[in-house]
Nanobody, 114 residues
């Protein structure tokens, strides 16, 4: 099991930006795909972005063009740069493998005000 600790969330106005970080307790070099997920109140957790160890990325349609996922295997860290945020992006954000194979961390709350 890998322990995952998310950080970087906060309160931001619509149109603003945030950068989330996910620190893993051990090397992610051999993990093929890492992903960022989010769960809004009353909704199921959804995958919003994923990155393979070879740098291939995929995004949910709702965030395409606004969010960028990246991974620094040397630092065992995965990032999510979020730009042009809107209130619909309000959620708790988590990272995990894709598919999710490890215990979920606490997540980091992102709140976007209109």
């Amino acid at each position: 099991q890998v322990q995952l600790v998310e950080s970087g969330g906060g309160l931001v106005q619509a149109g603003g930006s945030l950068r989330l970080s996910c620190a893993a307790s051990r090397s992610i070099f051999l993990i093929n795909t890492m992903g960022w997920y989010r769960q809004a109140p009353g909704k199921q957790r959804e995958l919003v972005a994923a990155a393979t160890r070879r740098g291939i990325t995929n995004y949910a349609d709702s965030v395409k063009g606004r969010f960028t996922i990246s991974r620094d295997n040397a630092k065992n860290t995965v990032y999510l740069q979020m730009n042009s945020l809107n209130p619909e992006d309000t959620a708790v954000y988590y990272c995990n493998t894709n598919p999710p194979l490890h215990y979920w961390g606490q997540g980091t709350q992102v709140t976007v005000s209109s």
